[in-house]
């Protein structure tokens, strides 16, 4: 093929209907949508029969909570659908304009609702708790008792409802970032290995990225960075102002800071944030000697960012198509029983997958659970990367964590946490892990394997750990005061490259930008989530492959427990305690021996 052949991603309307999701199940058709859209316009107006009986009787407490639960998931229906349409093709007008038509009317309900809380606090503690013991909110005892832990953080009726009404103002940055990150920036086209000219997109630069061609990645990587220093002054000012959103709703409320008021929520301590810093900053001794082995092992004079994610045996070729992927995901699995393994074949046979890139999709993958619907999931899979039948693993471990809490919670507590999600998709990858180990034919596949293994541990706890990093050393800037501009921001992270990449690493004078790119950090103190997750599956599926029913039972039963309790209550129950440093440090030691493993197959 020429070099002037562009390879470019097929328009939506070009994908096979039998590889997308079916969204038919949240409603049959736009029009379907529209409807429902109206109906809940004509239904926020009956929050105002309630405004001031809520502490009349428990019987008023209830009927109040019971129409706001079914407001509630009447508009997570709609809003699920509306955005994962606008997923499909950011640049469709018809689905921007729907979701706009939601955030509106989600911001107008979150209004009108807004006395509730100020309301059920403002019901003095005996009379509240004894509310709590009637049968008529036993549904809701939970939800309650909970509230009552944001007493002093709640303001009164005026001020909440100002600041219900800055719902759309203050998701602003995000949506600017996310046009311009996946729809307005062009990366120009890039000549891979075999000569074939390849649109650069945030798609497909981690294709890019394992290419076993150094010139391919070399190249990819400077014209994809050349796109973020064009803009570095926009996305500097966009992520400044998510990051001054967080500091002044914490602030509003009178949290000590915005990390405070994110764990608050999750009821994790601090000490659960800085452990990890700390573990992880402990064990960067192995991640260097990590990166030295790359080195060596490639051949390289010097390693660089955009040699980190080619596999260092790169004539190695693991192929998977779709059905291929689903048959090793499905068998991995095979330990946590037939129920398990027939609902997700099922699913990911059929139609909870919107499998493949298209032209204006959304870059990356996720799992969306729906009370209404199915646990959908956007994929932009690649038969010929091998990660990508570990993110489909990944996903996979979200959505059937979502079938359980949905089949086993009411509506009011099925929708689990992040912090325990990143349980549920990272166990999967650690099965996935040891049945290909298992099943590998020889020492270079094995090697491979444990290369990819080292990959996603340096990825989800070393890598996320440096972000989370970021994220409080940045917040605590802005609250004391320092303006957070391109150099601030791009000098705070250069430093904390040379900290986790190690002294003999070759930083690139454009990696510094790689905080203005990661979507993550417009959803504050997030990622230290996927560290400590896959910490805590390392453990539990060590637990569970090396016990019997029991073990299996209390991880199903995690599963199934939705927001029943507090994380860390429910992983305790599991058998994992993420209060102490040891699932960290386990699984970095794993990492350590992983690497020496490597040194010596290779």
């Not at 009447?74 to 640049?91: R, S």
């Not at 013991?133 to 001020?159: D, H, I, N, V, W």
């Not at 014209?223 to 973020?228: R, T, V």
Request: glycine share 6%; hydrophobic share 35%.
């Amino acid at each position: 093929m020429s070099a002037e052949t562009v390879i470019r991603l097929p328009e939506r309307s070009e994908v096979k209907e039998s590889d997308t999701w079916d969204l038919t199940l949240l409603f049959a058709d736009d029009a379907q949508w529209q409807i429902a859209f109206e109906e809940i316009e004509t239904q926020i107006k009956g929050y105002e029969k309630f405004r001031g009986t809520l502490g009349n009787s428990a019987e008023s407490l209830a009927a109040c909570l019971e129409f706001d639960s079914t407001v509630e998931r009447a508009a997570e229906q709609l809003g699920n659908y509306a955005y994962l349409k606008t997923v499909e093709n950011q640049t469709n007008s018809t689905y921007q304009r729907m979701m706009g038509q939601f955030q509106n009317i989600a911001t107008r309900a979150s209004e009108a609702a807004s006395f509730i809380r100020p309301e059920i606090l403002a019901i003095p503690n005996e009379q509240l708790t004894q509310f709590i013991e009637s049968p008529s909110l036993e549904l809701f005892g939970l939800a309650l008792e909970r509230l009552t832990r944001y007493k002093k953080y709640t303001l009164g009726e005026k001020e909440e409802r100002l600041l219900a009404m800055q719902g759309e103002m203050a998701g602003a940055t995000s949506k600017i970032f996310g046009q311009l990150h996946d729809s307005d920036l062009k990366f120009g086209n890039v000549a891979n290995e075999k000569g074939e000219s390849v649109e650069l997109s945030t798609s497909t630069f981690s294709q890019f990225l394992i290419s076993p061609d150094r010139e391919v990645r070399k190249t990819a990587f400077h014209q994809f960075y050349q796109q973020f220093t064009a803009h570095e002054n926009t996305l500097a000012a966009t992520l400044s102002g998510s990051i001054q959103k967080d500091i002044y709703y914490a602030r509003a409320r009178g949290y000590s800071g915005a990390l405070d008021q994110a764990l608050y929520a999750d009821n994790i301590p601090e000490t659960v944030y800085d452990n990890l810093i700390k573990s992880v900053r402990n064990h960067l001794p192995s991640l260097y000697k990590y990166y030295d082995l790359r080195k060596r092992k490639m051949g390289l004079d010097e390693i660089h960012h955009y040699d980190t994610y080619v596999p260092i045996l790169s004539d190695i070729e693991v192929h998977h198509n779709w059905d291929e992927a689903v048959d090793v995901v499905c068998q991995s699995l095979a330990p946590l029983g037939d129920e398990y393994c027939s609902t997700l074949r099922a699913g990911l046979s059929g139609r909870w997958c919107d499998r493949y890139p298209n032209a204006g999709k959304q870059s990356g993958a996720f799992s969306y659970g729906t009370y209404d619907g199915v646990p959908y999931i956007m994929m932009n899979y690649k038969p010929a990367v091998l990660n990508d039948v570990f993110t489909l693993t990944h996903e996979a471990g979200h959505s059937m964590h979502s079938h359980y809490s949905i089949k086993n919670q009411p509506y009011e507590y099925y929708n689990y946490t992040i912090f325990v999600a990143e349980v549920a998709s990272t166990f999967n990858e650690q099965l996935l892990t040891k049945h290909m180990l298992e099943n590998a034919g020889d020492d270079r596949l094995r090697a491979y394997l444990i290369n990819n293994e080292i990959d996603g541990i340096r990825g989800t706890i070393i890598r996320q750990t440096m972000f989370a990093e970021f994220e409080k050393i940045t917040h605590a800037m802005a609250e004391a005061g320092e303006p957070l501009t391109v150099e601030s921001l791009k000098t705070t992270y250069s430093s904390l490259l040379t900290d986790y990449f190690g002294p003999d690493f070759s930083i690139d004078p454009e990696l510094p930008l790689e905080c203005m790119r990661i979507p993550h950090f417009y959803r504050a103190f997030y990622v230290y989530k996927y560290a400590t997750g896959l910490s805590a599956a390392i453990a539990l599926s060590q637990r569970v492959l090396n016990g019997g029913e029991t073990e299996l039972n209390d991880y199903l039963s995690f599963l199934k427990g939705g927001c029943s309790k507090y994380p860390l209550d429910l992983l305790r129950d599991a058998g994992v305690d993420l209060e102490s440093p040891q699932p960290v440090d386990t699984a970095l030691k794993r990492f350590g021996n992983l690497v020496d493993e490597l040194d010596e197959l290779l």
